[in-house]
């Protein structure tokens, strides 16, 4: 297997997170791995290590700064209290801080998240010229949605087929509004599946088939852009 090493990193204005890199010397393209709502839990920090297995310097930012929800109610919780413009500069400086390292290759910087974080992956498109792709899993769109006429390089989304977090209007705009401003994008809906879909702890939500397609379809897209 390939050797992958990792550390607890700082950035910017006081942004922490978890750093994940592929082993040798060469330089390496950088993806960058927003949260869901329970925060940087062992889920988030296992994307970020198989992005690394992929050849892949792959940084999760912890936007609860060390805390972590157990309980949905919890969650829900710390992200109504979690303040989104501090987290968008977070983002901004995680994508600074992958910009400027010596070991960064390629062209630009990807972006992925899940719930919370596919729609502050978004985000991030929009306000940092650094990302270069963008691949969010079931996010609600950037306000204003216009905002998408910043980004710079394609985007790739996944949705669940029943998912009341981010739903057929959700998606539905988003095309409208990429399709709008010029915007590369695709749009892929899986039958059957529940929002969640690619989270292999939650049981209730997780589907392999569904996962393993988009996991093939996001390094598709970095590899072909990064």
């Known amino acids: 297997m390939t050797e992958i090493t990792t550390e607890n990193?700082?950035?910017?204005?006081?942004?922490?997170?978890?750093?994940?890199?592929?082993?040798?010397?060469?330089?390496?393209?950088?993806?960058?791995?927003?949260?869901?709502w329970w925060g940087l839990d062992a889920h988030i920090k296992d994307v970020a290590q198989?992005?690394?297995?992929?050849?892949?310097?792959?940084?999760?930012?912890?936007?609860?700064?060390?805390?972590?929800?157990?309980?949905?109610?919890?969650?829900?919780?710390?992200?109504?209290?979690?303040?989104?413009?501090?987290?968008a500069r977070e983002l901004i400086g995680a994508a600074e801080y992958l910009a400027s390292r010596p070991g960064l290759g390629g062209r630009g910087i990807g972006a992925t998240g899940f719930c919370m974080g596919g729609g502050l992956a978004l985000t991030l498109a929009c306000d940092n010229?650094?990302?270069?792709?963008?691949?969010?899993?079931?996010?609600?769109?950037?306000?204003?949605?216009?905002?998408?006429?910043?980004?710079?390089?394609?985007?790739?989304?996944?949705?669940?087929?029943?998912?009341?977090f981010a739903g057929q209007s959700v998606r539905e705009r988003l095309a409208e509004a990429l399709t709008k401003h010029g915007k590369r994008h695709e749009i892929h809906v899986y039958p059957g599946t529940q929002h969640a879909f690619f989270n292999d702890t939650r049981a209730d939500a997780y589907d392999k088939g569904a996962a393993t397609d988009a996991w093939g379809r996001v390094l598709a897209l970095f590899r072909e852009n990064l």
């Open 9 to 36: 990193v700082t950035f910017g204005d006081g942004g922490t997170g978890f750093l994940a890199s592929p082993g040798g010397s060469g330089p390496s393209p950088a993806v960058i791995v927003i949260q869901e």
């Open 50 to 87: 198989r992005f690394a297995l992929e050849g892949f310097i792959a940084l999760a930012p912890d936007l609860y700064h060390g805390k972590v929800a157990d309980e949905p109610s919890e969650a829900q919780k710390m992200m109504m209290a979690l303040d989104m413009n501090r987290a």
């Open 129 to 164: 010229a650094h990302v270069k792709a963008v691949a969010p899993f079931y996010g609600v769109n950037p306000s204003p949605i216009d905002k998408v006429a910043n980004i710079t390089g394609p985007v790739r989304a996944f949705y669940a087929e029943h998912d009341q």
